[in-house]
């Protein structure tokens, strides 16, 4: 199963993962797609009662920080390569399918009903 494949199943689970799951996930989806999480200049961290999911987001996502680089001028931020995130992505979606199963999508075509399944 490849990375894009892997994103769409995790749509398509038949129950629903717990939020840590869901949270390893995202941080992974996040750092494969972006990459680096951007300074807090560019990209504040939230903050407040009312953002707790955000925060908790944005934390998932600072998880996959391998290195910090700090200078009198800035500081960088070193992540998982693209590649480290996608694989590991695949691996535990394919730990979700097994646990939480496919949800089969039925449809009617042509007289014919088939599911959707990769």
Known sequence: MDFNIAAEEMRRLAKEPTDSEKLLLYGLYKQAIHGNIPSTDDYPRPIGDNNEWAVLKYNAWCANVVEMIITNQSQQVLGK??????????????????????KIIRSKWNSEVWSVDY
């Open 81 to 102: 390569t693209r590649g480290e995130c996608e694989k590991e992505y695949v691996e535990f979606a394919e730990d979700m399918i097994k646990k939480y199963e496919r």
